[in-house]
């Protein structure tokens, strides 16, 4: 079955530590997005790739980075310059840069720093 | 029952009435838009979409509407059941390139 996986579900991070979210697609998408979302608010874009090799800062980039090495991988780095990092975050994909090609999404990572 | 998106979070409906949700967008380089529907602990999943060159698109129970003059979209529920409880977020996309950028979203409770 095609689709979006987010691993892993839950993730428990020290302060001061870098921790990885991986995103894998088989959905032969070319652009790819992460958002983060705090409780009982929107979701707000972290990092987004239109296509392998490119990626572009979205509204709260700092203290995250990311990678684009393959189509269907776009892993989120939580370093320890994120000062409140604890957060779901969420995955997407899409097809393309035109319209009716709808945004799909992994079911997130509920990323807790104890 | 209606809310007004960014100044009204919360909407609240009896089941079988219609609802109404409001989103209020900024970016007029934006040509299409979407609604997703996101149950707790989830990701949100797709409902509708409409491009800037329409005014209006149905689905099953749902209408979407754009008006570009003033910037606004609203989702229309037609019959709204229990299930249909969630938060509901419309998203933007620019015309040029692909970036996806959410509205703040609406908690939508169905009363039985």
């Known amino acids: 079955d095609g689709g979006i996986t987010q691993s892993p579900k839950y993730l428990f991070r020290k302060e001061g530590q870098n921790v990885t979210l991986s995103c894998e697609q088989n959905l032969n998408h070319d652009a790819m997005y992460w958002y983060r979302q705090d409780p009982g608010q929107g979701l707000r874009l972290i990092y987004y790739s239109q296509i392998v090799n490119d990626f572009q800062k979205g509204d709260i980039a700092e203290g995250y980075s990311v990678s684009r090495e393959k189509k269907e991988s776009f892993p989120l780095t939580v370093t320890s310059a994120q000062k409140n990092p604890t957060a779901f975050y969420l995955c997407a994909s899409k097809a393309g840069t035109g319209w009716n090609t709808e945004a799909f999404f992994g079911q997130g990572t509920r990323l807790t720093v104890v | 029952g209606e809310s007004v998106g960014l100044h009204l979070p919360t909407l609240s409906v009896q089941e079988g009435d219609n609802s109404i949700i409001n989103c209020a967008y900024s970016?007029?380089?934006?040509?299409?838009f979407i609604w997703y529907k996101q149950e707790s602990g989830k990701g949100p999943q797709f409902i509708i979409d409409i491009r800037s060159n329409m005014d209006k698109r149905q689905g099953q129970r749902v209408t979407v509407l754009l008006n570009k003059t003033v910037k606004h979209l609203s989702l229309q529920i037609a019959a709204t059941q229990p299930g249909d409880s969630a938060v509901y977020f419309c998203a933007e996309k620019e015309t040029s390139g692909s970036r996806l950028t959410f509205g703040e979203g609406t908690q939508l409770t169905v009363n039985p």
């Open positions: 970016n007029s380089a934006s040509d299409y």
